[in-house]
């Protein structure tokens, strides 16, 4: 898998860069406001992120964060809601491009996820520890919670559904949408959740290591030499453990 770590350097904001995080080569200031703070935030973290000289890049005033996203907690809210959407849609679109194998495609969701993460790395504590991260968590929990909780159920069960492929060699038919999904048939099979999450976790985990956020190993020459191996080897660990689920 090919990582790609947020670059250290401030982005360049022309039509090119406008493209890469958002798809339109002119959007509009609310959208370069929301694009601009996931990918500043990607590249600097919580502590380092600033609202302010997201608007002093963009030549507009800060009172306009308060326009568009009523606060900076408002802003930084809708672009972690952004950010997961993104995630849960990109790893579906890896599962559909994958072959029709159920090991690849299993693959293909556990592999997405690691180079997502490695990909937004300062975004993994909103995601993770809002509480810790976020100056008003009720604004959040408010605005988001619902919506958000719906994309983790349609990911989670997505895992299921790619698991039990897996376990019976065969490739569903029918691909998981929030219009099609029963998550109460998921959550009836105990074991299959305990399954499911315990391989996102662990692969939420490998894209932590990977990210380079580890601080016991981060300077180990020895740990960063076998990197890649190490990666794969988690993936073909995980695969093994959905093939002998029972």
């Not at 958002?22 to 990607?42: N, V």
């Not at 693959?107 to 990909?119: D, H, K, N």
């Not at 719906?150 to 492929?165: C, E, G, M, T, V």
């Not at 999904?181 to 932590?208: C, E, F, H, K, P």
Request: aromatic share 8%; glycine share 4%; hydrophobic share 45%.
């Amino acid at each position: 898998m090919k990582l790609h770590k947020p670059n250290a350097e401030p982005a360049r904001l022309d039509e090119k860069f406008w493209m890469s995080v958002c798809g339109q080569p002119t959007p509009s200031t609310r959208d370069k406001f929301l694009y601009l703070t996931i990918h500043e935030f990607s590249r600097l973290g919580p502590g380092r992120f600033s609202h302010a000289k997201v608007a002093g890049r963009l030549d507009v005033t800060v009172a306009m964060v308060n326009h568009y996203f009523g606060s900076r907690n408002g802003l930084i809210s809708e672009a972690a809601f952004t950010v997961y959407s993104r995630y849960v849609d990109e790893m579906a679109r890896a599962v559909a491009a994958a072959p029709r194998d159920p090991v690849a495609r299993l693959r293909a969701w556990i592999e997405t996820q690691i180079v997502y993460a490695v990909s937004v790395t300062g975004w993994s504590a909103v995601l993770n520890y809002p509480s810790v991260a976020l100056e008003d968590v009720l604004e959040f929990e408010q605005t988001f919670r619902a919506a958000m909780t719906a994309k983790f159920n349609l990911n989670i069960s997505r895992l299921a559904q790619l698991i039990l492929d897996v376990k019976s060699n065969t490739v569903s038919a029918v691909e998981l949408t929030e219009e099609n999904l029963d998550i109460n048939n998921y959550l009836s099979n105990r074991q299959l959740v305990a399954l499911g999450s315990s391989i996102s976790m662990s692969t939420l985990g490998a894209a932590v290591w990977a990210a380079g956020s580890h601080a016991p190993s981060v300077e180990s020459p020895e740990a960063r030499a076998v990197g890649d191996f190490v990666l794969d080897e988690h993936v073909n660990l995980l695969v093994k453990v959905a093939q002998t689920f029972d």
